[in-house]
């Protein structure tokens, strides 16, 4: 049986590079969390639509999360 610690890095290896496009903080960081306990990583949080253009211009992302509002 696998210890917790090595359970958790094989999770935190094996998850997606999310995108979350959010330009309310707290639902940003609530996404986040989410994403995380998933074993996904979040490469960046962005309020503005701009902003997330010139980031998946510099990084590549398996999913984006977007507020669609």
């Known amino acids: 049986?696998?210890?917790?610690?090595?359970t958790e890095a094989a999770k935190a290896n094996s998850g997606l590079?999310?995108?979350?496009?959010?330009?309310e903080s707290m639902v940003a960081m609530?996404?986040?969390d989410i994403l995380m306990d998933l074993g996904h990583h979040v490469?960046?949080?962005s309020?503005?639509?701009s902003?997330?253009?010139k980031l998946v211009s510099e990084f590549s992302a398996d999913l984006a999360i977007l507020d669609v509002n």
């Open 1 to 6: 049986m696998k210890n917790k610690k090595n």
């Open 17 to 23: 590079q999310v995108l979350v496009v959010e330009d």
């Open 30 to 32: 609530l996404i986040e």
């Open 43 to 45: 490469m960046a949080t």
């Open 47 to 49: 309020g503005s639509m």
């Open 51 to 53: 902003n997330a253009c």
